[in-house]
Every structure is written in structure tokens, then in C-alpha cells.
T-cell receptor, first 111, second 115 residues
Framework: RKEVEQDPGPFNVPEGATVAFNCTYS??????FFWYRQDCRKEPKLLMS???SGNEDGRFTAQLNRASQYISLLIRDSKLSDSATYLC????????????FGTGTRLKVLA | GAGVSQSPSNKVTEKGKDVELRCDPI?????LYWYRQRLGQGLEFLIY????????KSGLPSDRFSAERTGESVSTLTIQRTQQEDSAVYLC?????????????FGSGTRLTVV
């Protein structure tokens, strides 16, 4: 099993729709979680951290489910500019302490 | 500097040649990562430096790949005897510490093409 798994998509949604992605992780000891956004042919950029109690930043909501070992990202009122690949990042304690990126979920918001 | 700087931004090399990629992390960032991203694929972890600790080299795909870091500053990734399958974007990222509570900052990458 991969340490971090994501549905590659693409998720094609109309403007204004609500869309959610999940990301599962295998290490139950993981403590730190992030969502990154990567535009085509660009480097990844931090979108938001994921806190235990869940957190919101404008139209974006991130949640953590420790029991089922997944994190989620919810995007409300999708904009064309939200089209990108969304990467989840989880820390791992196997070997040295480091972070593992998922392969990303591609989102296309359609006009 | 203000961000993570990588050079060169693009590199075309002939199969069998050695290449050296450079990363200048944000000043004061103790953690530095190298990743590889092939076209249309996810990020593949290569190597991780944290302060003066021994680097985690567990992601390096073969002994043709090596990386060094001078203290908490510049890092170089060297690929010897390049192969066509080495063609990818090589991304460097740095963070303030092991916990990376503020996430990583990525450089814009070096696009390597082996012909």
C-alpha cells in the first residue's frame, strides 16, 4: 500500500459547484498534513494546513479523519481559477521524519 | 533570498553526460528536499537534508544520483551518466525546520531533458 494515495481524477465540475477530494494515508502515527496546489508546469504551492479540528479558509475546508486515516479538501462555489492539481502531503515517521506527497487529484472547473 | 532559487531552469544534455543541479534555499531554512516529477506524474521523493543530520537518501533511484548540501545553505544534485529516463523536472523545497508547520516553499524547478 502506498503511504499516501489520491484519486488522480480528473474531476470535471461546473462553475459554482462544490467538490471534495479525499487522500488516504497508511501511517497511523502521522501528525502533520497539508494540501498543496500545483498549476500546470508550475511548482507546488501550499494551499492550507490540515488541523485536527478541521479548518476553513474562504471557500476551502480541510478535514482530518484519524480513525479512517484520510484527509479531505472541500471547495465550495468553484471558480475557473481553481482548476489545478491538488496534492496532499503527510509526514511519515518510518526512517527519518519526512513528508510524502500524494500524486495529486486533478480538478477542472468548466464554464 | 526571498524564495527558493534553482538553476539552471532548463537543461538539455546528451545521454551519458553528467549534470549538476543547484538549489539555494530560503535563508534560515534548515530542511531541504529534492523531488523529481516526470511529465504528468506526481512528486517522487529523492533526498532530504535536515540541519547537520545525515541526509535521508532513501529516495535516490540509483547510484548515479547523489546530492550534497553545505551546512544549511546551497545544495547540489548530481546525476552521472544521464539516461533518457532521467528526463523530468527536478524540484527543490525548503522549510524552517523538521516540523514544517508552515509548509514547504518550492523552487520553480530545473527541467532536465536527456537526448
Amino acid at each position: 500500500r502506498k503511504e499516501v494515495e489520491q484519486d488522480p481524477g480528473p474531476f470535471n465540475v461546473p462553475e459554482g459547484a462544490t467538490v471534495a477530494f479525499n487522500c488516504t494515508y497508511s501511517n497511523s502515527a502521522s501528525q502533520s498534513f497539508f494540501w498543496y496546489r500545483q498549476d500546470c508546469r508550475k511548482e507546488p504551492k501550499l494551499l492550507m494546513s490540515v488541523y485536527s479540528s478541521g479548518n476553513e479558509d474562504g471557500r476551502f475546508t480541510a478535514q482530518l479523519n484519524r480513525a479512517s486515516q484520510y484527509i479531505s479538501l472541500l471547495i465550495r462555489d468553484s471558480k475557473l481559477s481553481d482548476s489545478a492539481t491538488y496534492l496532499c502531503v503527510v509526514n511519515t515517521t518510518s526512517g527519518t521524519y519526512k513528508y510524502i506527497f500524494g500524486t495529486g487529484t486533478r480538478l477542472k472547473v468548466l464554464a | 533570498g526571498a524564495g527558493v532559487s534553482q538553476s539552471p531552469s532548463n537543461k538539455v544534455t546528451e545521454k551519458g553526460k553528467d549534470v549538476e543541479l543547484r538549489c539555494d534555499p530560503i535563508s534560515g531554512h534548515t530542511a531541504l528536499y529534492w523531488y523529481r516529477q516526470r511529465l504528468g506524474q506526481g512528486l517522487e521523493f529523492l533526498i532530504y537534508f535536515q540541519g547537520n543530520s545525515a541526509p535521508d537518501k532513501s529516495g535516490l533511484p540509483s547510484d548515479r544520483f547523489s546530492a550534497e548540501r553545505t551546512g544549511e545553505s546551497v545544495s547540489t544534485l548530481t546525476i552521472q551518466r544521464t539516461q533518457q529516463e532521467d528526463s523530468a523536472v527536478y524540484l527543490c523545497a525548503s522549510s524552517q525546520g523538521r516540523e514544517a508547520n508552515y509548509g514547504y516553499t518550492f523552487g520553480s524547478g530545473t527541467r532536465l531533458t536527456v537526448v
